[in-house]
């Protein structure tokens, strides 16, 4: 019977959730969506050493942020619960038990300082079938001493048994059969007595079985883990039940070779992170893709993209589309190079496609920041504004640099600009042009333009300088979208003020 898809993003709370993190996130969601199935939210905390406040709440709020819905989760509940590992402790007690009981698994009571020890007396020392039995452990001590030892309140740990010699099949839908031999597999340590908490591997496997995970899609660096956790599979009885695996490519630093960092984001200036971080315990902020003012689509789009294509060159695809299109066999098995303009670039056509109102209504805080009160302004014209502009944007924070000339006069004129276009005469042809402006019944762009260009080629002035310095007056330098369209949202006084100011202010060297 084909079971129903269930998915499972499993963090462990350590930290703010990388950018890579989140891919996997997105794949998982878009494979368990796609196929009709269940995407599980698994909190992986039973390393209490690592374990940093605010971390999970990050990882909320970021999934979020990001439309990553989740159907079983801490916060979501479900019926395979608890969905936090540390709450989890009497089922993997209990598996633990089951495990030892049939052999599987062993109790080691070796201290730091004997595995030091014996690290420092064989080279390439491995804890396994050659090395176990001149260990301290329940296979090579008698029973009523392994039982006196534990009631004695020694610290334990238990050891899988691996038996050597066999080969282990990991079935990943990337890399096709991964067949590694048991020999160069350690008998991992499953549980530590110590803390009464599993460790990753065993935790991970019981949960994934009892969770009825279907597919395991996480990042390439769990790749080396995967026979343990077929043998484990195994060892339980549930081999039936294996899911299938999906190792993801790494993500790449964007120049050279390598695994992308924190440091390759700092160096080069863009967040590794979805959401600002502040780290608890060096008051460290570490910037988030939020906060630099990307939006969630455009973020979702690209990391898409890092790693899987769908089979043409799409690039712009919301997030029904990538569910609908996403596809194992077009990810790529090598690793994706993190090209962050690339990033920029999709948040410009996200920002593009978004209706004026809407990318008006994202202005305002901008322009409250630099002094601006936005309840001055109509609606209207900050719409109008925006649509002007947004062609030159990456960032909505890029509006305030493209259309502060539409809120503030200009308060300097560009001094390269002033070389090349005003000179002796300019005034005298600005006033002249004051004149012509003031004498239009209608001073719309469409009616205001024939009207100016026909006074300067009546006049045989020079257009490129006389519209530049016209421009210059009014917006401060030679930039800035179509010059009437400027003056019609500005209006006849406005203008007219403004060339005035310039005149008065404008002094060529
Ligand atoms: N807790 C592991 C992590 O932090 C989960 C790995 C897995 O998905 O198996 O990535």
């Not at 979020?64 to 916060?75: M, N, Y």
């Not at 999906?246 to 440091?263: A, E, F, I």
């Not at 570490?286 to 043409?312: H, I, K």
Request: proline letters at 6%; hydrophobic letters at 40%.
């Amino acid at each position: 019977m084909q079971r129903k898809v269930r998915v499972r993003f499993a963090p462990s709370p350590t930290g703010p959730l990388h950018i890579g993190g989140v891919r996997t996130a997105l794949y998982n969601y878009l494979f368990a969506r796609q196929n009709g199935g269940d995407m599980i939210l698994r909190i992986e905390d039973t390393d209490s050493q690592r374990f940093v406040p605010g971390a999970e709440d990050y990882i909320n709020e970021a999934l979020a942020w990001l439309g990553i819905t989740i159907d079983e989760g801490v916060r979501e509940g479900g019926k395979y619960g608890p969905y936090k590992q540390s709450e989890r402790r009497d089922i993997y007690r209990e598996h633990v038990a089951k495990l030892l009981d049939a052999g599987r698994a062993y109790i080691a009571f070796d201290t730091p300082a004997e595995l030091e020890a014996a690290r420092a007396a064989t080279p390439n020392f491995q804890y396994d079938a050659s090395t176990r039995m001149s260990m301290r452990n329940s296979l090579s001590i008698p029973a009523d001493e392994v039982k006196r030892l534990i009631d004695a309140g020694e610290k334990y740990v238990v050891r899988f048994k691996i038996e050597p010699g066999r080969e282990v099949k990991v079935n990943d839908l990337l890399r096709g059969t991964v067949t590694i031999n048991s020999s160069i597999l350690d008998d991992k340590v499953l549980y530590k007595s110590a803390d009464d908490l599993p460790t990753y591997h065993l935790a991970n496997i019981v949960d994934d079985h009892l969770m009825e995970v279907t597919h395991v899609i996480r990042g390439e660096e769990w790749l080396p883990s995967a026979p343990l956790h077929v043998l484990l599979y195994e060892a339980f009885g549930w081999a039936d039940t294996m899911p299938a695996f999906v190792h993801l490519p790494l993500l790449l630093k964007p120049d050279g070779k390598g695994k992308l960092s924190k440091r390759d984001g700092d160096r080069l200036g863009f967040p590794v992170f979805p959401l600002e971080w502040h780290d608890p315990k060096s008051g460290e902020i570490s910037s988030g893709y939020r906060e630099r003012g990307y939006l969630p689509q455009a973020v979702v789009n690209f990391l898409a993209l890092l790693g899987w294509n769908p089979g043409d060159d799409t690039e712009i695809m919301s997030m029904e589309e990538l569910i609908e299109k996403f596809s194992f066999d077009h990810c790529s098995r090598s690793g994706a190079k993190f090209d962050f303009e690339k990033g920029k670039w999709f948040n410009h056509k996200y920002l593009q496609e978004m209706p004026d109102a809407e990318l008006a209504e994202l202005f305002k805080p901008v322009l409250r920041a630099h002094g601006v009160d936005p309840n001055a302004y109509d609606d209207s014209y900050i719409q109008r504004v925006v649509s002007l502009v947004k062609g030159r944007i990456n960032f909505v924070s890029d509006l305030w640099e493209q259309s502060r000339y539409f809120f503030v006069e200009p308060d300097s004129y560009d001094p390269k600009a002033v070389k090349k276009r005003w000179s002796e005469d300019t005034p005298r042809i600005m006033e002249e042009l004051i004149g012509v402006l003031e004498g239009l019944d209608d001073f719309s762009s469409a009616a205001a333009e024939p009207v100016v260009l026909g006074w300067i080629t009546d006049n045989g002035y020079h257009m490129g300088n006389v519209m530049n310095a016209f421009r210059l007056t009014v917006v401060g330098e030679c930039k800035g979208p179509h010059m009437f369209d400027i003056t019609e949202l500005l209006g006849v006084e406005e203008t007219v003020r403004r060339i005035r100011l310039g005149i008065d202010r404008i002094h060529p060297e």
